[in-house]
């Protein structure tokens, strides 16, 4: 079958642990249409890390770097391979619905997206995957990102997107690599670890205080 765009239609092959193979026994049209779309999406992304990437940090435009770096930051300190690319809803729709079609597919296991304005990105990326959405308002000059975050936030039923603070791309790794650790131990450890240290520079900080007033 195929979409009213003459592209296959397959709603079979965004399983986790699809990866390398063809599990579904799908027809051979849709095995073609997968790699062709894989194709194509490798050409939008880089990867970060070493290793097949597990989260994908997308956005609407280069400009929104400075603030989605954050999130490739956290990744990287955590030893979370992760993949980078723009991706933007309205300018590269095509690409869009590839990339989140083809997202589990493909081994990643979150995506965290981030857009300003009219940020239609994280929630088009829900609608096309059943892997975790991880939406991150970028504030523009105009509406300080008010806009951004009413755009991600509000999402229908039965579509979720983790939506995170204005800017908050550094929470937005966090959040990411915490899903990831439900399942990896060692990386619910350097989380743990990470967790135990804020906690220090905070009572170092109360001290820090105390010492100024004192
Ligand atoms: N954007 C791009 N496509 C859809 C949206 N919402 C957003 C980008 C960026 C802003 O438009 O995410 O925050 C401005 O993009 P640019 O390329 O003009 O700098």
Not at 119 to 133: E, Y
Not at 178 to 188: F, K, N, P, S, V
Request: proline residues 7%.
């Amino acid at each position: 079958m195929n979409d009213p765009t003459g592209r296959p239609i397959d709603d079979t092959d965004d399983l986790p642990g699809a990866v390398g193979g063809d599990p579904t026994g799908a027809p051979g049209d849709i095995v073609a249409a997968r790699g062709a779309q894989e194709e194509r999406v490798a050409g939008l992304v880089s990867a970060v890390g070493g290793g097949a990437p597990l989260v994908g940090i997308v956005m609407g435009s280069d400009s929104d770097w400075s603030v989605m770096s954050a999130a490739g930051d956290v990744l990287g300190g955590l030893g979370v391979p992760y993949e980078v690319g723009v991706v933007s809803a309205h300018r590269m729709p095509r690409d869009m619905l590839d990339y989140g079609e083809a997202a589990a597919r493909r081994g990643l296991r979150v995506l965290v997206a981030g857009a300003g304005g009219a940020a239609h990105l994280p929630g088009m990326l829900a609608s096309v995957t059943s892997i975790p959405v991880i939406g991150v308002p970028v504030p523009l000059p105009h509406l300080d990102g008010v806009d951004s975050l009413l755009s991600i936030v509000q999402m229908p039923a039965g579509v979720p997107v983790a939506t995170v603070s204005v800017g908050g791309a550094h929470n937005a790794g966090l959040l990411a690599a915490r899903i990831l650790a439900t399942y990896d131990q060692g990386l619910y450890g350097r989380l743990e670890a990470e967790r135990a240290a804020l906690g220090a520079k905070a009572r170092a900080k109360g001290h820090a205080l105390r010492g100024r007033l004192d």
